[in-house]
């Protein structure tokens, strides 16, 4: 059963954000998917901070006025955040943070890859994992109400475990008590299957204040919608946009050029059920890719993964998870349900639930990939909701009272 998707542009989400029913401050910010959410759930951005100038571009197109840093998180003090935004320790109501999930996605390496150099979103970085432990210093520093991280599915699983552990542990230290659930996108309003999981932690005496029992910080999560919203919902009436039909067509000529192409255009088109290529083309489809990467020297993707990525929605569902992948063809794919393409931009910020007028900066293939990182805002804002109602609203209540 279909959920209406929300539709919403820039002027709502300013007049929510205008509540200013708490405020917030966020690093790995990129280009503005968490923001999006805390604003449409009445928050205030007093800062943020990333390291990618293409996600700065992005952000500031669509909020120019926001204190910002752009530069590594390890040269971030609280005392220069505290200066930038007039507030002082204890006073930032929610921290949020989105550190780099290379090392511990399904679609990567995992722990093969920690301590080594990877490429994460078009850099070299190395131990990009360890910069969990620059948001707990600043967290530290600041001593926010509430912290907020996401992250990947594959954090919660095998090794990553023990890195999750640790945060836990190491936010304990700092005062805090944290819980942790994945999210389901599809289950919270988003029409994408996007799997993260969010990190919350409460400063302790906030909770004695608000006489949260330990055992009760799990129920800060929002419950799943019984209903969700498919693909039909969120582009059914942009086919015939102009803009977004000349956007289809341009990469419907960039996927010929992908090594799946031959394969890719016989997948069945508006199907009942998701499709992917068939076994019989996994070889033929393979040596041509380990032919196309090694020539430009770079690593070959795992033969059966990478292949069976390469599926079609049908409208009637959500999309699976949208990614950085941009326009490399020659890798996992989700095709439009009809036409034998990625989605357009248009398509994308739709199924990401951005708002219909958000700006994006850089090439198409920037702009796509820009999307695919973002947190998705609909499902932010269902988890900052409940944190402002379990938390926030009774702790201004209490101190109001004895003020």
Known sequence: MSKKYFRYNLDDLEKSANRKLFNYISF??????????????????????????????????????????????????GKQIMEMTGLKE????????????????????????????????????????DLTWEVIRIAGELKPKVIVCENVKGLTMEYAKEHLNRMVADFEKEGYTTTYKVLKGHEQGVPQKRERVFIVSIRNDVMDDIGMPFMCINNIFPEPEKEFADIRDAIGDIQQDNENASQAYELVEAMKKGAKWKWLKRMQKNPDKVVSVGDDVVGPWYDKVIAHRKKWGKTVPDKKHSFYQSRRVPWHQASH????????????????PEEDRV???????????????????????????????????ICMKQLADEIYKQVLEPYNEVHKSKD
């Open 90 to 129: 204890g006073e930032i109501d929610i921290l949020d943070a989105s550190p780099p999930c290379p090392p511990f996605s399904m679609s990567g390496t995992k722990q093969k890859g920690w301590g080594k150099e990877k490429t994460a979103y078009g850099m070299k970085q190395k131990n990009i994992e």
């Open 28 to 77: 790995f910010a990129g280009g503005g998917g968490s923001s999006a959410g805390y604003k449409l759930a009445g928050g205030d951005c007093k800062f943020v901070n990333e390291f990618q100038q293409v996600a700065v571009d992005t952000y500031l197109a669509n909020w120019p006025d926001t204190p910002h840093i752009c530069g590594d998180i390890k040269n971030v003090t």
């Open 343 to 377: 989605f357009t931009t248009k398509e994308s910020a739709r199924i990401m639930t951005l708002p219909d007028d958000y700006k994006l900066t850089g090439t198409l293939n920037q702009q796509l990939a820009r999307i695919g990182l973002m947190v998705a805002p």
């Open 321 to 336: 998870t949208l990614s950085e992948q941009g326009l490399q063809t020659s890798l996992a794919v989700h095709l439009h």
